[in-house]
């Protein structure tokens, strides 16, 4: 794996340790992050690294299976539960798999049959960040002032996609740009990074005129934490997702398993009654008005079709 790059004041790292006998100083922390940054390293998070490098190199293995394997799983449409695919943007190669998680045993016998062991070890892997994904919705919630258990048993009951991201080693023109910036429709993404690759608009730039782009460095062991669009429904604006992009490395392939977790497929997110002040500033919308934009030929980031004031204008 490639080194750590060097960690910055605007990178912050929130040590799940102390959450049980120090909660206010981590949730403080977390606020903190989410509203300046819209993402945090989270380390100490009670994942195993067995768990973490087997996810990894099963992946690593499923993509290196003959292209006659994998394209069996090959599908254009947005809503199926297992999809493969690949795309190329300026000479940048990636190939995806998506899975769907949860509840894991509803999906996993559609999950790849190989490499062998693929569904034993990737389910214990979508468990064990399920599981830790719960705790970080909680604090989130107290973050915003709002009780540990608001939306909690949604959460649980919600969906969890795995996007399984492959990328070539990229020297053409766009190498330095990545692929297309985006921000993500869950509440929030963890993601796993098998080098580095993030980058990040800039929280100290200004986005009124594009922003600045900024690396995320990749710490061993630790997951990246990503605000997604219906956690800024939730916060009514006041957290942000964050948007982000991929560089390809020069020499090696990447390769990221990003953690999506929503609500249920129809279930409706708005902002919390607690946070609105005057008027909530979005529309309600599900994971299901998610998958129709996507497929739709709206070029519109969905964050954006969900502001009021975008939306009224």
Same mark, same amino acid.
């Not at 959450?19 to 206010?24: D, M, R």
């Not at 300046?36 to 009670?46: A, D, K, Q, Y």
């Not at 394209?71 to 695919?85: A, C, I, P, Y």
């Not at 790849?112 to 062991?117: D, M, R, V």
């Given at each position: 794996?490639?080194?750590?790059?060097?960690? =910055?004041?605007? +990178?912050?790292?929130? +040590?799940?340790?102390?959450? @049980?006998?120090?909660?206010?100083?981590?949730?403080?922390?977390? /606020?903190?992050?989410?509203?300046?940054?819209?993402?945090? @390293? *989270?380390?100490? /998070? #009670?994942? !195993? +690294?067995?768990?973490?490098?087997?996810?990894?190199?099963?992946?690593? &293995?499923?993509?290196?299976?003959?292209?006659?394997? $994998?394209?069996?799983?090959?599908?254009?449409?947005?809503?199926?539960? *297992?999809?493969? #695919?690949? *795309?190329?943007?300026?000479?940048?190669?990636?190939?995806?798999? $998506?899975?769907? !998680?949860?509840?894991?045993?509803?999906? *996993? =016998?559609?999950?790849?049959?190989?490499?062998? /062991?693929?569904?034993?070890?990737?389910?214990?892997? !979508?468990?064990?960040?399920? &599981?830790?994904?719960?705790?970080?919705f909680g604090a989130i919630m107290e973050s915003l002032n709002l009780s540990e258990t608001h939306l909690k048993q949604n959460f649980e009951q919600g969906i969890q996609i795995l996007g399984i991201n492959s990328y070539s080693p990229c020297s053409g023109p766009n190498a330095t740009t990545g692929l297309p910036p985006h921000t993500d429709h869950s509440l929030i993404t963890v993601l796993l990074q098998s080098g580095p690759g993030l980058q990040v608009i800039d929280c100290r730039s200004n986005m009124s005129v594009g922003g600045l782009w900024k690396n995320v460095p990749r710490l061993n062991g630790s997951f990246q934490v990503l605000v997604g669009d219906h956690l800024e429904v939730l916060s009514n604006g006041l957290y942000k997702s964050v948007v982000h992009r991929a560089i390809p490395s020069c020499s090696n392939t990447r390769l990221s398993i990003a953690n999506l977790h929503s609500l249920r497929m129809d279930e409706i997110v708005e902002p919390a009654g607690e946070l609105q002040e005057n008027e909530g500033r979005y529309k309600g919308s599900s994971l299901r008005d998610f998958l129709k934009h996507l497929a739709s030929r709206d070029t519109r980031p969905f964050i954006e079709t969900l502001r009021i004031d975008q939306v009224e204008s």
């Open positions: 794996m490639e080194e750590n790059l060097e960690i =910055s004041a605007d +990178d912050p790292i929130i +040590d799940l340790s102390p959450l @049980h006998h120090n909660p206010l100083f981590v949730i403080k922390k977390i /606020h903190e992050a989410c509203r300046r940054c819209g993402f945090f @390293h *989270v380390i100490n /998070h #009670g994942v !195993a +690294d067995s768990v973490i490098e087997e996810a990894l190199n099963v992946n690593r &293995k499923f993509f290196e299976l003959p292209t006659e394997i $994998k394209e069996e799983l090959w599908s254009d449409d947005v809503q199926k539960v *297992v999809r493969f #695919g690949e *795309v190329e943007v300026g000479g940048i190669s990636r190939e995806f798999l $998506k899975l769907y !998680a949860h509840p894991l045993h509803q999906y *996993v =016998s559609s999950w790849p049959k190989l490499p062998l /062991h693929y569904r034993e070890r990737m389910g214990l892997y !979508a468990t064990e960040v399920r &599981k830790l994904s719960i705790e970080l």
